[in-house]
């Protein structure tokens, strides 16, 4: 029988063993300071697993309007 694991971002509220969650909150804060008549891309780079995820999800989800999620 084959095992799988499922690749999913960690829920930041519940374990943030690797302290990400202070990650997220620097992003999002600087994302809400952004003056709101230009337009600006983020971009997150790292290897497989690196945790790009979990750092974007929980932001993601804080902007119920953007209808993503």
């Not at 891309?41 to 953007?66: A, C, D, E, H, R």
Request: glycine share 10%; aromatic share 14%; proline share 3%.
């Amino acid at each position: 029988m084959v095992r799988y694991i499922e690749d999913e971002e960690i829920n930041l509220q519940n374990k943030d063993y690797l302290n990400t969650k202070v990650y997220a909150d620097s992003l999002k804060k600087t994302i809400d300071s952004l003056s709101g008549d230009k337009s600006y891309t983020v971009g997150l780079f790292g290897g497989w697993g690196t945790g790009k995820s979990s750092v974007s999800f929980p932001i993601i989800v804080s902007y119920p309007f953007l209808g993503l999620v």
